[in-house]
């Protein structure tokens, strides 16, 4: 019940224009009728079936990052000079170098705990089971080796570090100082180098931005419409080369931006308000490589079965409050019935309706505007 109402309250910014045709709608029929003699109004049939709410809006994809939005910072806390430097747009894995200081490699491990003391034998904690956990991934060490010591330092794990060192070309010491590693969650994409090569590397020194490797659609819907958007819900979205892909929300931001139109007078654009809804896809590779680009997302947030359906444009609004539609009969006589309001799919423009004398296949008016 609290999805409709939050349904309900998205739909009033789409209904709230037929309350202009209503003020002539509900003074008589005999100024409608004039109108569909004119040619000025059309008919749409009553619709009954499946329908799903849908909104949608342009989005931009790109990739993801931190929850609020923000690049991951690279930071240095080896002391030497930088020797290599990742390049912005290029792909940093789990236990590859991201940089070099003084011709050492210094790796990305993944995890989201930086790396903020020594580690060797008898450390335990969750830097240690990070640690461990990169281990297993990459192939150097076997889960059940780990068995009941995944948060613990022991000699499995400075045998199988010693190994990953000798791979990257270090010193097989079997133990990882904070100036070893770099520890950020999952593979990165470089977006920015902040760092000079050649440069002197300062402990605590930002060596670049990145994002996440996965694929990510942000979408600044109206308020009203993101108010009908749950995490979960499903999505497609149509890329540049007009190929479509699936997705899901993961995530709906809590700051309301918006925009206004500089205009004047009549022309003048009213300030909407919005919430960024970021939308997951299923399959990365569909995107390839495109960046920075608009695509056209569509949201399903409800599904109804054996929907009575009208068009949007249909409703005529009450003085009293709540909505109408006007039927023409076989004869060419008209009748208002009133009707309750469902789910909307706002992306094609339909409102599901409930009323009394209702039912698929009657032929609505579609006022003219």
Same mark, same amino acid.
């Given at each position: 019940?609290?999805?409709?109402?939050?349904?309900l309250?998205?739909?009033a910014?789409?209904?709230a224009?037929?309350?202009?045709v +209503?003020?002539g709608?509900?003074?008589?029929s005999?100024?409608?009728q004039d109108?569909?003699?004119?040619g000025?109004?059309?008919?749409a049939?009553v619709e009954?079936?499946r329908?799903a $709410? /849908?909104v949608s809006?342009?989005g931009?994809l790109? %990739?993801a990052?931190q929850?609020?939005? @923000?690049? %991951?910072a690279?930071v240095?806390?080896?002391?030497?000079?930088?020797?290599?430097l990742p390049?912005?747009?290029?792909e940093?894995? !789990?236990?590859?170098?991201?940089?070099r200081?003084?011709?050492?490699?210094?790796p990305?491990l !993944?995890g989201?705990t930086?790396?903020? /003391?020594?580690?060797d034998?008898?450390?335990s904690?969750?830097d240690?089971r990070e640690?461990n956990?990169?281990?297993?991934d990459l #192939?150097?060490?076997k889960?059940?080796?780990?068995?009941? +010591?995944?948060? =613990?330092?022991g000699?499995t794990?400075?045998d199988?570090?010693?190994?990953?060192?000798?791979?990257?070309?270090? =010193?097989?010491?079997?133990?990882?100082?904070p100036?070893d590693?770099?520890?950020?969650?999952?593979?990165?994409?470089?977006t920015?180098?902040?760092?000079t090569?050649?440069?002197? $590397?300062?402990?605590?020194s930002p060596?670049a931005?990145?994002?996440?490797?996965?694929?990510?659609?942000?979408?600044?819907?109206?308020?009203?419409?993101?108010?009908?958007?749950?995490v979960?819900?499903?999505?497609?979205?149509t890329?540049p080369?007009?190929?479509? @892909?699936?997705?899901?929300?993961?995530?709906?931001?809590?700051?309301?931006?918006?925009?206004s #139109?500089?205009?004047s007078?009549?022309?003048?654009? $009213?300030?909407? $308000?919005?919430?960024?809804? %970021?939308?997951?896809?299923? /399959?990365?590779?569909?995107?390839?490589?495109?960046d =920075? *680009?608009p695509?056209?997302?569509?949201?399903?947030t409800?599904?109804v079965?054996?929907?009575?359906?009208v068009?949007? @444009?249909?409703l005529?609004?009450s003085? #009293?409050?709540?909505?109408?539609?006007?039927?023409?009969?076989?004869?060419?006589?008209?009748?208002l019935?009133?009707?309750?309001?469902?789910?909307?799919d706002? *992306?094609?423009?339909l409102v599901?309706v @409930?009323?009394?004398?209702?039912?698929?296949g009657d032929?609505?008016?579609?006022?003219?505007?």
């Open positions: 019940m609290k999805r409709k109402t939050r349904v309250a998205g739909a910014v789409l209904v224009v037929v309350a202009v +209503a003020i709608a509900f003074g008589g005999s100024g409608a109108e569909a003699d004119d000025a109004t059309a008919l049939s009954q079936g329908l $709410s /849908r809006d342009t931009t790109g %990739y990052a929850p609020d939005g @923000t690049p %991951y690279v240095n806390q080896a002391s030497g000079v930088f020797t290599r390049s912005a747009g290029g940093i894995g !789990c236990g590859e170098s991201l940089y200081v003084d011709n050492d490699p210094v990305l !993944c989201g930086p790396l903020y /003391r020594p580690l034998e008898g450390v904690g969750p240690a640690l956990r990169n281990l297993v #192939g150097y060490a889960r059940s080796d780990l068995e009941g +010591a995944q948060n =613990e330092f000699s794990t400075a199988a570090l010693a190994e990953l060192q000798d791979d990257l070309g270090l =010193e097989e010491s079997g133990s990882l100082k100036s590693a770099v520890f950020l969650p999952g593979p990165l994409r470089i920015r180098v902040s760092a090569l050649g440069t002197t $590397s300062q402990p605590g060596v931005q990145a994002t996440s490797t996965r694929r990510r659609v942000e979408v600044a819907l109206d308020a009203s419409e993101a108010g009908t958007v749950a979960g819900d499903r999505a497609r979205v890329l080369d007009n190929s479509t @892909t699936a997705g899901k929300v993961t995530r709906i931001g809590t700051v309301v931006g918006g925009g #139109g500089s205009a007078g009549e022309d003048s654009e $009213s300030t909407s $308000s919005t919430l960024p809804v %970021y939308v997951k896809l299923e /399959r990365d590779n569909d995107a390839g490589a495109v =920075e *680009a695509v056209q997302v569509e949201i399903t409800d599904r079965k054996d929907a009575l359906s068009p949007v @444009t249909a005529l609004a003085a #009293g409050g709540g909505y109408a539609v006007e039927t023409v009969g076989d004869d060419g006589g008209r009748e019935v009133s009707v309750d309001l469902g789910a909307f706002h *992306a094609n423009g599901q @409930t009323g009394s004398g209702l039912a698929a032929q609505v008016v579609i006022p003219a505007t």
